[in-house]
């Protein structure tokens, strides 16, 4: 087995604020392999942003990284100097972020802030930067880049606006791509393009890509594995047709149950009542416990570790032998 | 683009228009010009007769229309106190209050923009501090007190700067210069200062907050994930949109410089037109109020459309919007 | 601006979801605004400097060892005393003399009245009228509204200080170039108040647009409610923390504009001078080596206007955190 390109090891991430410090993430642990895209779902709050720019290392204070591991390719990169970890971004890891219409810079060509980024990373003369992000701009599927290439980004649509977020990810050949919500501020006819060019672009560089929605449409359409995230922690993580198929934390099978499909046309869509609790709030033990069905007393009293079963991982007691026959 | 820079143009001319009817009414209905130019014992006939000469027998509209013509021509009439054309006093003493102003508004450009973006990028160092606390004594302080603060230290207590005037000029044309003098120069230090201080909090205060929000924007934070250096993020990026609504108001202000200049001109006794038109105020010389208010404002106007459209130069998605909309 | 005064939504993930729904000065008592008052120690001092001015101003009778606008009381003998702690100092008279033998600190006192009450007088009038055209334009809108905010654009451009000297001239021409001081006193109110309507106006009317389209306002519509009445009782409240932001940085503005004013001579005159007439008069004395005559009017002044400052910043960053 070689090493996987991101592993993340029990992270948490902390916001210090006025109240005292908010946990925003909490024991979180994944790895990504080459080539593999790893889908990361949730509500919004669970904690999914958070953890790509923690991977990223652009956590802005108040926020700070209170603990755990991240290794990139087997470096560990969580406690790098700054200026080590700003080489890293953008050369080893690209990152797109969800809204293309205030990811680039107005006052700048498009152009000039691709060839600033090939420079920043890579010893290329301005005119061989320049030929690259004409190329990178064809790659990205954007046509005549070599007149667009002098546009400003107020002159390109949103959906072309995020091909050139993604060109811009892209440009140095990272091993890893966080795309944060990248399809969410975008129309639907155009989201399938831009999931289909990620997508292409992991496969055919091998990178790994990480990627943050909420959307479990764009996730079965994508990924290979994904992540269920539940209020700053992992509740379950598996080949994406496993858990689609076989939901196994009860948060997940209602997250599965709420995609309509079109076999299924009798079922009801499920609904999971109640919302997730603020992060100054979570519950003592299981932090899904006050909207699960299936809560008995142990979940109120003790949070339930990930484990194994198959090629699934939950983190709930249902699953955990040992608690049941000490709770029974 | 052109039917902008027409818009604005109508604009500035409807400015020039509601202030020309305010200096119009304030030559003809503020007090009788007639009383200004005649004595207390000059008989009703020959007030009549100076009445008739002055032309303001003639319907309001033919009188409003002759002043605009003649202002149009820069010519505001007679001082009531100097007996001399206001225009020629006026022209005497703008060299002194424009180099002034200029002055000023290089040392608060510069120094505003410095400290602006020092502050904004290290936000909780000590010297950071120490400007904010300089800039709240900056706004805080009336800009007279300044100047009489200046004066005492550096005139009264170390005796190292003129208090007074603009020392030795050189006559170059109609325009006159301290530049090329010492003493010239060095007069121009304190009211310099006194006058650029207040816009060089101001500059240094809207580039801090125009620095912050910027570099809470979502193209910086994405410039961060692209692995740029802090260096080009910030004076790259942050500063290029910072400087963008900077320069339209440092552009504005320069307008306000010439108006705040009254103050800084009457206390170093600086013989340019605010200090003229606080002797006007204070000796109702109704003409050089009038043809000074047209004057700053035309300056105004001016800064305004020059701005306006400088803006646009600076601002691509503004380019494209304007010649959209034409 | 709005989310200033609109209670947070019912199971927002705000963490001072807390204070939801309690009335305006509830919330400004219990939450962050009095919370950041408490910890800004520099803000406690200005405010109780501001208050002790205010004391000083109502109570300057009682202390004061003359009455500096009684010529009846100056005697010329007395004039150009220095501090009572320098070698020529005499006693009563703490911080010196004038040249018309008026003792400054007394001088002091009663000049920190004629300027707190040109500034307040001049804030409640410029916040009355810009608040009633920036309810009407706002309100209105069409015609009147485009006629006012044009106003006050061209307005806007022109410094205040230009304005109000304006105005200062023409009515000394309109009247004659001797007032007396009370007629001044209102002439610089009303100059002043002329040049600081804008802000107000243009704040009410961005708030009043907003507030016109909720459906509050629609529904007491619908109930019959006169025009006047929706404004005043329903949309005016909302509008209020932005304007006592302004009303307090204005009140710095103001007093400054009057001290500019007298300081310029178009302001108070010598017979009852507010701290700029002070300052002016102090000036001439300054090549002369006495110091004192201008130094502490100059100091108070700056004292006063910094502490209201300091107050106005802080109160417009504790309503709208967002520009911190």
New interface residues.
């Given amino acids: 087995m070689t090493e996987p390109v991101l592993s993340v090891r029990d992270l948490q991430v902390e916001f210090a604020?006025?109240?005292g410090a908010?946990r925003a993430i909490d024991g979180v642990s994944f790895d990504i392999a080459k080539g593999e895209v790893l889908g990361v779902v949730g509500e919004s709050?669970a904690g999914k942003s958070v953890t790509g720019l923690a991977v990223i290392g652009l956590i802005d204070p108040p926020g700070r990284i209170a603990g755990g591991e991240i290794y990139l390719s087997g470096l560990r990169i969580d406690h790098l100097p700054p200026e080590d970890l700003r080489r890293i971004r953008g050369k080893r890891i690209g990152m797109i972020f969800q809204d293309p219409l205030t990811s680039l810079n107005p006052l700048y060509r498009i152009g000039d802030q691709i060839v600033e980024t090939i420079r920043t990373h890579t010893n290329l003369s301005e005119q061989a930067a320049r030929k690259r992000a004409i190329d990178l701009l064809a790659e990205v599927g954007i046509p005549a880049p070599d007149k667009r290439i002098d546009g400003y980004p107020h002159e390109f649509s949103g959906g072309m606006r995020q091909r050139v977020v993604i060109a811009l990810a892209i440009c140095a050949e990272p091993e890893l791509i966080i795309a944060d919500e990248p399809t969410t501020a975008l129309d639907v006819s155009v989201q399938a393009q831009i999931i289909s060019l990620i997508k292409r672009l992991g496969r055919d560089h091998g990178t790994a890509v990480m990627l943050v929605t909420h959307d479990m449409g764009v996730i079965a359409e994508t990924s290979d594995r994904v992540a269920v995230m539940y209020s700053g922690r992992i509740a379950e993580i598996g080949p994406v047709q496993d858990v689609i198929q076989n939901p196994m934390h009860p948060y997940a099978k209602g997250l599965m149950g709420a995609i309509p499909t079109l076999a299924g046309e009798d079922k009801r869509l499920v609904q999971i009542p109640g919302?997730m609790p603020?992060?100054?709030a979570i519950p003592q033990g299981c932090s899904f416990n006050p909207r699960c069905a299936f809560a008995f007393d142990w979940c109120r009293i003790e949070r339930p570790e990930p484990i194994r079963h198959g090629t699934q991982a939950v983190a709930c007691h249902l699953y955990d032998a040992s608690v049941k026959e000490t709770a029974a | 683009m052109l039917a902008f820079t027409l818009h604005r143009a109508i604009q500035a001319i409807g400015?020039m228009i509601?202030?020309g009817i305010i200096a119009f009414s304030?030559f003809r209905f503020?007090?009788d010009p007639v009383n200004q130019i005649v004595s207390l014992d000059t008989p009703p006939a020959e007030r009549a007769e100076v009445r008739k000469s002055l032309g303001l027998d003639d319907p309001v509209i033919v009188q409003f229309a002759r002043y605009v013509g003649n202002a149009a021509q820069f010519k505001f009439g007679v001082s009531y106190q100097f007996r001399q054309p206001v225009t020629a006093l006026l022209m005497e003493r703008m060299p002194a209050t424009l180099e002034l102003a200029t002055c000023a508004t290089v040392l608060a450009m510069v120094f505003g923009i410095l400290m602006g973006v020092y502050s904004a990028l290290r936000r909780d160092t000590l010297l950071a501090k120490a400007f904010q606390a300089i800039s709240?004594?900056g706004?805080?302080?009336?800009?007279?007190?300044i100047g009489?603060?200046l004066?005492?230290l550096f005139s009264?207590t170390l005796g190292w700067l003129p208090?007074f005037g603009r020392g030795d000029v050189v006559r170059i044309g109609w325009w006159t210069t301290g530049l090329l003098t010492v003493s010239g120069l060095k007069a121009l230090i304190m009211p310099s200062v006194t006058l650029g201080l207040f816009q060089m909090t101001l500059i240094m205060r809207l580039v801090r907050?125009e620095m912050l929000e910027v570099l809470r924007t979502d193209y910086i934070r994405f410039a961060r994930a692209r692995g740029l250096t802090t260096r080009a993020i910030h004076f790259g990026h942050a500063l290029k949109n910072t400087l963008v609504p900077v320069i339209t108001v440092a552009g504005?202000q320069f307008?306000?410089v010439i108006?705040?200049a009254?103050?800084t001109e009457?206390?170093f006794q600086w013989p340019g037109m605010g200090l003229l038109?606080?002797q006007?105020?204070?000796?109702?010389d109704?003409p050089i109020?009038a043809a000074y208010?047209l004057m700053?404002?035309l300056i105004?106007v001016t800064i305004?459309f020059v701005v306006d459209i400088l803006y646009t130069v600076v601002d691509p998605r503004l380019r494209s919007t304007i010649s959209g909309a034409a | 601006m709005s989310d200033t005064v609109v209670p947070h939504k019912a199971?927002s993930?705000a963490?001072?979801?807390g204070v939801a729904s309690a009335p305006w000065l509830a919330r400004l008592g219990a939450s962050d605004v009095f919370?950041s008052f408490r910890r800004s120690r520099l803000t406690m001092a200005a405010a109780a400097v501001t208050l002790l001015f205010f004391l000083i101003a109502i109570f300057a009778p009682l202390l004061a060892v003359q009455n500096p606008f009684d010529p009846a009381q100056l005697q010329l003998m007395n004039s150009r005393i220095a501090p009572l702690w320098t070698a020529d100092g005499q006693s009563p008279f703490l911080l010196g003399t004038d040249e018309q033998g008026r003792d400054v600190f007394s001088a002091i006192l009663y000049g920190l009245r004629i300027s707190l009450t040109v500034g307040l007088l001049g804030v409640l009038f410029s916040g009355t009228l810009g608040i009633v055209l920036g309810l009407i334009a706002g309100y209105f809108g069409g015609a009147v509204d485009s006629l006012i905010m044009r106003i006050a654009d061209?307005q806007l451009?022109?410094?205040a200080?230009?304005i109000a000297?304006?105005i200062?001239?023409?009515v000394?021409?309109?009247f004659g170039?001797r007032l007396d001081a009370m007629s001044m006193l209102a002439v610089l109110v009303v100059a002043i108040g002329l040049s600081f309507w804008v802000q107000y106006a243009r704040t009410v009317r961005g708030s009043v647009m907003v507030e016109k389209n909720k459906d509050y306002v629609a529904a007491a519509q619908l109930i019959g409610l006169p025009a006047p009445v929706i404004m005043l009782r329903h949309v005016l409240p909302n509008t209020m923390g932005p304007v006592l932001v302004i009303a307090t940085i204005n009140l710095?503005l103001a007093v400054?504009t009057e001290?500019?004013l007298s300081?310029?001579?178009?302001g108070m005159p010598d017979t009852m001078p507010s701290l700029?007439t002070l300052?002016r008069i102090g000036?001439n004395y300054?090549?002369a080596?006495e110091?004192w005559i201008?130094a502490f009017p100059?100091i108070t002044?700056?004292a006063l206007?910094?502490s209201i400052?300091?107050l106005g910043?802080w109160l417009r960053d504790a309503l709208n955190p967002k520009?911190r």
């Fill in positions: 604020l006025r109240r908010l709050g919302s603020r992060l100054s | 400015v509601a202030v304030m503020a007090g709240l004594i706004i805080s302080l009336p800009t007279f007190l009489i603060l004066i005492y009264v208090s907050a504005l307008g306000s108006a705040f009254i103050i009457t206390v038109f606080v006007a105020v204070q000796n109702v109704i109020m208010l700053v404002s105004f305004n | 199971g993930s963490p001072r979801a919370y061209v451009t022109f410094p200080i230009l000297l304006l200062n001239g023409v000394k021409s309109v170039n710095a400054i001290a500019t300081f310029l001579g178009s700029g300052i000036n300054l090549f080596g110091w201008v100059g002044l700056a206007i910094l400052n300091l910043d520009l």
